[in-house]
């Protein structure tokens, strides 16, 4: 009897060898990070206290290919290649002709994507003689990444964590240190930018920008120290490129050819990993996906904010980045999927939207967690809550395809899973969790404090 295929496995051979920079194949180039003095382009020394030069120069390639170092690609091969799955039993239950594609990137060691990225930032910054990374993390995702990775090189590792995650997920927070790093609830007191926060709002839930204000800050102390950041630049969407030529690869294997992808968007980077080689597809007229951009309705930072240049985090420390904000002192509602409550997306990403290559939906979190009880009652995987936006979305595009007949393919990337967030599942389930709506004054009172460049 024949059987249906489900699972799309490569060979470790089959490992990407380069990453794909999107950027030299895209119509326009994306506009640079200027100096937030000056208001000038950055350059290198810049950017050198922050980054080691092999990402700074990542960050402004204009190479289409970047190799992957061999001593990345020994620590890639704990987890990759990850596997394609189709979600044949999710079809099913929806009772849709669509076929749904899912890249799992939950079988990395710190269970997301995160580590694509982390493993790389720390093989560059050891290579040039970095002793410590700082960062921030949001979910704690990030930060679990990073403390592997830093590990791998026998580096330290100090983590800002963003106060409700820190509250919500101890079991994060353990990880991190298993894997060695140092913990701080952020906004904390040990930086002049927590303290500045504190000082004005004790009870501080904390946010991404404050906790990289934290972090950039502890960087620039110390002379074996250096920043590292889980999404929104160039060179972190780079790394995170291994995702979607995997999936190329593997959709060839299915014989499908995508007419929907979705991806979930907090700062971008999976999100890009996903789909920037299908874009090169795309451009190149060898196939023709709708792309989709998925973020919660309560940090709606492509569908709500403005395209302009504001400040990376909340103290204004950083390079002016081109983005969609929802301005840099935005602080969003503490909503389930912590990796998503970011103010502003990664400059490429938004420069990709408003080229139309791709477009945005913002849902909100009741039926992102719906979405994700059907999906581990099928599938089985509990999916972190961030990817349960781009589960939400692919189950809305299979509900249209029941209604109009038609057969599309949708591939979505299942960004991690979520075995940690626990208590998000226990709030939906005990009824607890409710949709947050988007306070329209508080976005106006932090669009007026962007720069006006
Ligand atoms: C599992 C997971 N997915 C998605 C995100 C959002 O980040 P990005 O948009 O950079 O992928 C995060 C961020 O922490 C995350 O932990």
Known sequence: MATERSTFLL???????????????????????????????????????LFPMALIGQEVTGDQYVDIPGGVLDVYRIWRPSPLVRARRLEKLLDTPAKIFFKYEGVSPAGSHKPNTAVPQAFYNHEEGVRRLTTETGAGQWGTALAFATAQYGMECEVWQVRSSYDQKPARRTMMEVYGATLHPSPSDLTEAGRSVLAEHPDSTGSLGIAISEAVEAALQREDTRYALGSVLNHVLLHQTVIGQEALLQLEQAEAVP????????????????????????????????????????????????????????IGMTPLLKMHTLGHGFIPDSIHAGGLRYHGMAPLVSHVYELGLAEAEAIPQLECFQAALMFARTQGIVPAPEPTHAIAAAIREANRCKESGEEKTILTALCGHGHLDMSAYESYLHGSMQDLDF??????????????V
């Open 259 to 314: 007419d929907v992808i979705v991806g979930c968007t907090g700062g971008g980077s999976n999100f890009a990993g996903l789909s920037f080689p299908f874009i090169r597809e795309k451009l190149a007229g060898r196939m023709d996906p709708v792309i989709r951009c998925v973020e919660p309705a309560a940090c709606p930072s492509l569908t709500r904010g403005e395209y302009r240049y504001d400040f990376g985090d909340t």
């Open 439 to 452: 306070p329209e004054e508080e976005l106006r009172a932090a669009m007026e404090a962007v720069p006006v």
């Open 11 to 49: 060979d470790e051979t089959q490992i990407p060898t380069q990453w794909y920079n999107l950027v030299p194949d895209l119509p326009a180039p994306p506009p640079p990070p200027l100096h937030p003095g000056t208001r000038e382009p950055v350059g290198p020394d810049d950017l050198a206290p």
